[in-house]
Nanobody, 131 residues
Framework: QVQLVESGGGSVQAGGSLRLSCAASGYTSSNYCMAWFRQAPGKEREGVAAIDSDGTISYADSVKGRFTISQDNAKTTLYLQMNSLKFEDTAMYYC?????????????????????????WGKGALVTISS
């Protein structure tokens, strides 16, 4: 059973930065895709960034140039560096995992943007941006 635990959420002013972490354990294959999703109050869940075990990375258009996804060398921790934060980035952020690769155009498919391709989820970390 894959377990995912997010940390690093908090409150910052617009223009500031935060880094989220996701500790991953229990996965049994070296082939995987890990991703960050977010859900703002009253809105649908949306994909933010994804990285797979080969290092392929993809970003949602809304965060390109501002957010950076990465993982540590041991591939047990997933990160999301968030810079130039905006009020509309306020949301609960979730780490997710699936046993498959994710392509550079991963977010072009609507069902993937909703998170339908992910099987394991963390409980989330709240990010609040004040204007």
């Amino acid at each position: 059973q894959v377990q995912l635990v997010e940390s690093g959420g908090g409150s910052v002013q617009a223009g500031g930065s935060l880094r989220l972490s996701c500790a991953a354990s229990g996965y049994t294959s070296s082939n995987y895709c890990m991703a960050w999703f977010r859900q703002a109050p009253g809105k649908e869940r949306e994909g933010v960034a994804a990285i797979d075990s080969d290092g392929t990375i993809s970003y949602a258009d809304s965060v390109k140039g501002r957010f950076t996804i990465s993982q540590d060398n041991a591939k047990t921790t997933l990160y999301l560096q968030m810079n130039s934060l905006k009020f509309e980035d306020t949301a609960m952020y979730y780490c997710a995992f699936t046993y498959t690769y994710c392509s550079e155009d991963y977010w072009t498919a609507p069902h993937r943007r909703r998170g339908d391709g992910m099987f394991y989820w963390g409980k989330g970390a709240l990010v609040t941006i004040s204007s």
